[in-house]
């Protein structure tokens, strides 16, 4: 996996979530946004992405992020518009995948793609995305992401 190369004997979470976005924002086709949402004083805050401006919070529970977070599992979305209480922080979306990083046990961060066309992201997606964010969530020193 070309992500386990870019993160290889690299300590700095910054860098690795920063690369792992722009590396995910690269591979899939039809993105407008790859990035990473993390957990902070009990809502989650926009980190390291690719694409035009995010919203900066999200609560848990709210929108595909926060309710990924709330139930501890991904969320793969066809249709944002039709999504109850989705959080337009590009109105040019269309369909969304986010998936929950863990460590120890808990949430720390999300992975969230954005596409502007709709049905963009399928289980195979997910299966693989889940995958990245278990390497993600052994290669990043998450206690010192959280604190900075």
């Known amino acids: 996996m070309r992500l386990t190369g ?3 004997g690299e300590p700095d979470w910054l860098a690795n979530l920063a690369n792992g976005a722009a590396a995910i924002f690269d591979w899939f086709p039809d993105l407008n946004w790859a990035g ?3 957990m902070r004083g009990g809502q989650l805050v926009v980190g390291p992405f690719q694409g035009r401006p995010a919203c900066v919070r999200i609560d848990v529970g709210a929108g595909v992020c ?3 977070v709330a139930r501890r599992a991904s969320q793969v979305v066809p ?3 039709a999504y109850p209480g989705h959080i337009a922080c590009d109105p040019r979306s269309r369909s969304e995948i986010v998936v929950p990083i863990f460590h120890q046990g808990q949430v720390v961060a999300v992975l969230d ?3 502007d066309r709709p049905d963009t992201f399928d289980e195979l997606d997910r299966e ?3 995958a990245v964010a278990e390497l993600l ?5 998450w ?3 959280l604190r900075s």
């Not at 969530?137 to 020193?141: L, N």
Request: hydrophobic content about 45%.
């Open 143 to 145: 206690e010192r992401a």
């Open 36 to 38: 990473f949402y993390l």
């Open 113 to 115: 793609l954005d596409s």
């Open 128 to 130: 693989g995305l889940e």
């Open 6 to 8: 870019l993160m290889d």
């Open 79 to 81: 249709d944002v518009h």
């Open 137 to 141: 969530a052994r290669a990043v020193d």
């Open 66 to 68: 926060g309710t990924a």
